[in-house]
């Protein structure tokens, strides 16, 4: 009888080894995870096609966003050009250029002069100036607490960044800090997504900006801004050269003028970008760069975009700016300086957010001028003695930065 060569050969009952069964078995398990593997690049290749390709409107809403929060960054772009084609981008950054090319146009002015917030000498002046607090929360707090108000209503210090007290803003948001003596009223924001701190100063004369020691060289860190000066609160401001995320916070972009000279270099920052500053009058202004009114200036820096133009909204939406931390500022009739710094870039926390929502937070607390800083990792915020922020740079400590915002004491009466 001839032996049949198409079987692999068995045991002596006819049954397979244990070795035979093994190796069987690892076949197929190999052959089980090659197949496994081809389904999965296929319904990922599939994913990726539709995520770059499809016009479905979800999708192309979420496609622009994340082209444009990779693409307004200095050293993360590569998350954008490693996997998507350049005409798409080109498609999206498109759209962004034609925002900024409308930008040239706003021109922020301010109709009469500045409302006084007036002293504070009884509890009606108090929430009059002080219109942002929801008074039952408040009312209610200080009832309970007389010592507080012991001094004076000009003379209030309540600091509750643990939110024990559930003090509340008239938007629902926490009052983290009410310094009546120092004109400051410093809240928690929430939104879908991100965290942040705003502050509302009452009276603009607190707002300066500082350069740091070394600039040209290098920048300073927040602390020390706030530290030198003996800051009440300080927050970063224009942006610097950042060759690939390592620039030391020495070169500035723009203009930086303070007390009407200008440190900076108006052509180093890009042509759409908008002049920012106080000038004399302690109104804030976001126009078009002039260098004949210089002088007129306490300080000014430039960047964008514009977000708020005689009290109207000017960017809507991510407006080719994506997600990311932010650092915005503004003003409202009354005088009220504000300053807005939402985290990022930290999933499960705070992801940033869009120059849109900057703007519509500003606008909920009154901002009639306002606009966007320089933000990402430079976004941080000190007050008192600490950084009250969450830095989304490397160290967690902020950058190098070339100037900030300060925002002084009180003097004493």
């Given at each position: 009888?001839?032996?049949?060569?198409?079987?692999?050969?068995?045991?002596?009952?006819?049954?397979?080894?244990?070795?035979?069964?093994?190796?069987?078995k690892?076949?197929?398990?190999?052959?089980?995870?090659?197949?496994?593997?081809?389904?999965?690049?296929?319904?990922?290749?599939?994913?990726?096609?539709?995520?770059?390709?499809?016009?479905?409107?979800?999708?192309?809403?979420?496609?622009?966003?994340?082209?444009?929060?990779?693409?307004?960054?200095?050293?993360?772009?590569?998350?954008?050009?490693?996997?998507?084609?350049?005409?798409?981008?080109?498609?999206?950054?498109?759209?962004?250029?034609?925002?900024?090319?409308?930008?040239?146009?706003?021109?922020?002015?301010?109709?009469?002069?500045?409302?006084?917030?007036?002293?504070?000498?009884?509890?009606?002046?108090?929430?009059?100036?002080?219109?942002?607090?929801?008074?039952?929360?408040?009312?209610?707090?200080?009832?309970?607490?007389?010592?507080?108000?012991?001094?004076?209503?000009?003379?209030?210090?309540?600091?509750?960044?643990?939110?024990?007290?559930?003090?509340?803003?008239?938007?629902?948001?926490?009052?983290?800090?009410?310094?009546?003596?120092?004109?400051?009223?410093l809240?928690?924001?929430?939104?879908?997504?991100?965290?942040?701190?705003?502050?509302?100063?009452?009276?603009?004369?607190q707002?300066v900006?500082?350069?740091?020691d070394?600039?040209?060289?290098?920048?300073?860190?927040?602390?020390?801004?706030?530290?030198?000066?003996?800051?009440?609160?300080?927050?970063?401001?224009?942006?610097?050269?950042?060759?690939?995320?390592?620039?030391?916070?020495?070169?500035?972009r723009?203009?930086?003028v303070?007390?009407?000279?200008?440190?900076?270099?108006h052509?180093?920052?890009?042509?759409?970008?908008?002049?920012?500053?106080?000038?004399?009058?302690?109104?804030?202004?976001?126009?078009?760069?002039?260098?004949?009114?210089?002088?007129?200036?306490?300080?000014a820096?430039?960047?964008?975009?514009?977000?708020?133009?005689?009290?109207?909204?000017?960017?809507?939406?991510?407006?080719?700016?994506?997600?990311?931390?932010?650092?915005?500022?503004?003003?409202?009739?009354?005088?009220?300086?504000?300053?807005?710094?939402?985290?990022?870039?930290?999933?499960?926390?705070?992801?940033?957010?869009?120059?849109?929502?900057?703007?519509?937070?500003?606008?909920?607390?009154?901002?009639?001028?306002?606009?966007?800083?320089?933000?990402?990792?430079?976004?941080?915020?000190?007050?008192?003695?600490?950084?009250?922020?969450?830095?989304?740079?490397?160290?967690?400590?902020?950058?190098?930065?070339?100037?900030?915002?300060i925002?002084?004491?009180?003097?004493?009466?």
């Open positions: 009888m001839t032996e049949n060569n198409n079987h692999a050969p068995v045991g002596e009952d006819g049954k397979k080894t244990q070795a035979q069964r093994k190796k069987e690892k076949y197929k398990s190999k052959l089980k995870y090659i197949i496994g593997g081809i389904i999965a690049f296929d319904v990922l290749l599939l994913l990726y096609f539709i995520a770059i390709f499809s016009n479905i409107p979800f999708i192309v809403k979420w496609r622009t966003l994340y082209i444009e929060t990779a693409m307004s960054t200095n050293s993360h772009q590569w998350l954008a050009t490693a996997f998507i084609p350049r005409h798409i981008i080109d498609e999206v950054m498109e759209l962004r250029n034609k925002e900024l090319e409308n930008q040239a146009t706003l021109d922020g002015n301010w109709n009469g002069d500045m409302s006084s917030a007036g002293d504070i000498n009884n509890i009606e002046d108090f929430y009059r100036i002080y219109w942002e607090l929801d008074t039952e929360s408040v009312r209610s707090y200080l009832e309970d607490h007389r010592d507080v108000r012991a001094n004076g209503y000009d003379a209030i210090l309540i600091e509750d960044f643990d939110g024990e007290y559930g003090l509340k803003t008239v938007n629902g948001d926490e009052v983290l800090v009410l310094d009546t003596k120092n004109s400051l009223l809240i928690a924001i929430k939104g879908e997504g991100y965290q942040g701190k705003m502050a509302i100063i009452k009276d603009p004369e707002v900006m500082d350069k740091s070394y600039l040209g060289s290098r920048g300073e860190i927040i602390d020390k801004f706030g530290e030198k000066n003996d800051a009440l609160l300080a927050v970063n401001a224009s942006g610097f050269k950042d060759v690939d995320g390592h620039g030391s916070g020495g070169e500035i723009g203009s930086l303070i007390d009407g000279v200008d440190y900076g270099d052509k180093s920052g890009k042509q759409q970008w908008k002049f920012i500053g106080m000038q004399n009058d302690n109104r804030l202004y976001v126009t078009s760069y002039d260098a004949n009114k210089i002088e007129d200036y306490k300080w820096m430039e960047f964008s975009p514009a977000l708020i133009i005689n009290g109207e909204i000017v960017a809507v939406g991510s407006y080719g700016w994506g997600i990311q931390p932010r650092t915005a500022i503004g003003q409202a009739e009354d005088g009220s300086f504000l300053i807005l710094l939402v985290d990022g870039r930290q999933p499960g926390y705070s992801i940033g957010c869009t120059v849109g929502e900057c703007a519509e937070l500003l606008s909920g607390y009154g901002a009639y001028q306002a606009a966007n800083l320089d933000g990402g990792s430079s976004s941080i915020m000190w007050y008192g003695d600490r950084q009250i922020t969450k830095s989304s740079s490397p160290s967690g400590f902020g950058r190098y930065l070339p100037n900030a915002i925002v002084k004491k009180a003097e004493n009466e």
